[in-house]
């Protein structure tokens, strides 16, 4: 690979150019493709929620909402040195941290005047207090970072090249 110089140009003035092109399309695409790289990953590795049909229902079978799922997104949030943006992936569910981290065993209560009705192999229960087993956790966005890592640099090594091959 080799550089060509045009007659009308000083190198100063490419060496300006290139660092301008890398900082204002190379770096914020690198950053873009990592980063939904990063949310496909997430996506692909965190769980269906389900929604329970209600009792009396035929066949009371479970849906799956995959509501977490779509709450997953990237983000350009605020600006750093050539006026590039960082990328951020995250979600906007209150219940996102429990599926991620897990829940230890707790007591539900429920709310005043009312009763918490759960399933118990296939029967409607009722009670005002249930003791919750907890969660294991699934650490989607933990696994999904650590799996896109190593990929980093191959995302970013095409952009790299084309850059480099352009005058």
């Known amino acids: 690979m080799g550089v060509r110089w045009e007659r009308n140009r000083k190198p100063h003035e490419f060496l300006d150019h290139k660092k301008d092109q890398l900082h204002k399309d190379v770096i914020p695409d690198i950053a873009s493709d990592i980063a939904q790289a990063l949310k496909d990953e997430i996506r692909r590795r965190t769980p269906h929620g389900v929604k329970w ?15 977490l799922i779509k709450s997953i997104d990237k983000d350009r949030k605020g600006k750093w040195a050539g006026s590039s943006y960082m990328w951020t992936v995250s979600t906007n569910k209150s219940y996102a941290p429990y599926v991620e981290y897990g829940t230890s065993p707790h007591i539900i209560n429920a709310k005043p005047g009312s ?39 191959r995302i970013g090594s095409v952009h790299m090249q084309k850059w480099a091959q352009t005058g």
């Open 53 to 67: 049909v209600p009792f009396g229902a035929p066949f009371a079978a479970p849906v799956r909402t995959s509501n």
């Open 115 to 153: 009763s918490l009705v759960y399933y118990l192999k296939g029967d409607q229960e009722g009670s005002k207090q249930v003791e919750h087993p907890g969660t294991k956790p699934v650490l989607m966005f933990t696994r999904g970072v650590a799996t896109i890592r190593p990929k980093v640099g």
